[in-house]
T-cell receptor, first 117, second 109 residues
Framework: SAVISQKPSRDICQRGTSLTIQCQVD?????MFWYRQQPGQSLTLIAT?????????ESGFVIDKFPISRPNLTFSTLTVSNMSPEDSSIYLC??????????????FGPGTRLLVL | DAKTTQPNSMESNEEEPVHLPCNHS???????IHWYRQLPSQGPEYVIH???SNVNNRMASLAIAEDRKSSTLILHRATLRDAAVYYC??????????FGTGTKLQVIP
């Protein structure tokens, strides 16, 4: 299995500021993703973090608002820029891990709970 | 992405078995059926997955219809710790997936 940690676990921020969320995996993984989960909602994919190249964003999400870095196979950051109260959500890092036996399993971090005032 | 359909919510009595259904009529031959659950205030956690045959692990069992257009997650004895949102997802491995609304399971003591 893959163990994922995220920092910070939660934060309260003022509108107009930016927050960078870190995701650390205990194993090298190929695929890393960032999700957002708004209160009471399901998960929405923000982007795929590509190692060594620009992230691939889903419809409705742009690089200027959610810049992503992926410097190596175990680490990624997501920045929420120029925050507004609508950005208050849980942000989750996720990876695909190749299990013994060949199956790919998706693992999730514990999430970062962001409240923007 | 192939879509899945699940009931919004279900209830179960503690110590009783729970059958959580999922419809995926547009499943393709290479799609694996994955189940995740999200406990309150936590990230989703993997429960089980399968392709064609029924699967068992320490957490649950997965029953897959012969035509693969539906599946059922079976919790053999529900406990209060099993209260969560359960997501049924189709995945081809190393591909982005779409989460539906899932089934919120309430376990009644």
């Amino acid at each position: 299995s893959a163990v994922i940690s995220q920092k910070p676990s939660r934060d309260i921020c003022q509108r107009g500021t930016s927050l960078t969320i870190q995701c650390q995996v205990d194993s090298q993984v190929t695929m890393m993703f960032w999700y957002r989960q708004q209160p009471g909602q399901s998960l929405t994919l923000i982007a795929t973090a590509n190692q060594g190249s620009e992230a691939t964003y889903e419809s409705g999400f742009v690089i200027d608002k959610f810049p992503i870095s992926r410097p190596n196979l175990t680490f990624s950051t997501l920045t929420v820029s120029n925050m507004s109260p609508e950005d208050s959500s849980i942000y989750l890092c996720s990876v695909y891990y190749l299990e013994t036996g060949g199956a790919e399993t998706q693992y999730f971090g514990p999430g970062t709970r962001l409240l923007v005032l | 992405d192939a879509k899945t359909t699940q009931p919004n919510s279900m209830e179960s009595n503690e110590e009783e078995p729970v059958h959580l259904p999922c419809n995926h009529s547009t499943i393709s031959g290479t799609d694996y059926i994955h189940w995740y659950r999200q406990l309150p205030s936590q990230g989703p956690e993997y429960v089980i997955h399968g392709l064609t045959s029924n699967v068992n692990n320490r957490m649950a069992s997965l029953a897959i219809a012969e035509d693969r257009k539906s599946s059922t997650l079976i919790l053999h004895r529900a406990t209060l710790r099993d209260a969560a949102v359960y997501y049924c997802i189709l995945s081809r491995g190393y591909q982005k997936v779409t989460f539906g609304t899932g089934t919120k399971l309430q376990v009644i003591p």
